[in-house]
């Protein structure tokens, strides 16, 4: 019977609720998934089961970030060059800060610094990596320097 699977395994291997699960298989939410398995039991069974080759491809799918990009990431073990630009942030500004925090960002860059926004949005100063890296070669600036090496843009050494 290993090979057919439900709801549950499609959650725990996605690493999501039941409930999630059951909305990348809805046609009609707005989380569906396109290419999310169909069901080998009829229609109104109460609890679908799915053919596990087909599910294990899907899953295969998602852990990769598919095609549209639908489905958890998951997060991975920041290295060593982000985390040493990530405390120089912190080094420079006198406190912490979430380099993945947007708000903050526009916070410090335009506000703190005064840099000026070198693109905007309907939310504010762009914090996008283009334009921190075009807002770098116009106003180079220690703390914009760290803030593009967390995110991974090579810089030329200073």
Do not use: C, W
Not at 7 to 23: D, F, G, N, Q, S
Not at 24 to 29: K, Q, V
Not at 44 to 59: M, Q, S, Y
Request: hydrophobic fraction near 40%; proline fraction near 7%.
């Amino acid at each position: 019977m290993d090979k057919v699977v439900d709801y549950a395994y499609i959650a725990r291997e996605l690493h999501v609720t039941l409930k999630t699960a059951y909305k990348y298989g809805t046609p009609t939410s707005g989380q569906y998934i396109p290419g999310f398995p169909d069901p080998i039991t009829p229609r109104r069974v109460r609890t679908p089961l799915f053919n596990r080759l087909e599910a294990d491809v899907f899953i295969a799918g998602r852990r990769t970030a598919g095609e549209n990009q639908k489905g958890r990431v998951r997060a991975t073990a920041i290295d060593t060059h982000a985390l040493a630009a990530a405390r120089e942030v912190s080094r420079l500004l006198g406190r912490e800060v979430d380099l993945e925090n947007r708000k903050q960002l526009q916070e410090i860059l335009f506000g703190d610094l005064q840099l000026p926004a070198s693109a905007e949005t309907s939310r504010g100063p762009s914090v996008a990596t283009a334009a921190l890296q075009r807002l770098f070669e116009e106003h180079p600036h220690p703390v914009l320097r760290a803030v593009l090496i967390y995110r991974g843009v090579r810089l030329p050494e200073a």
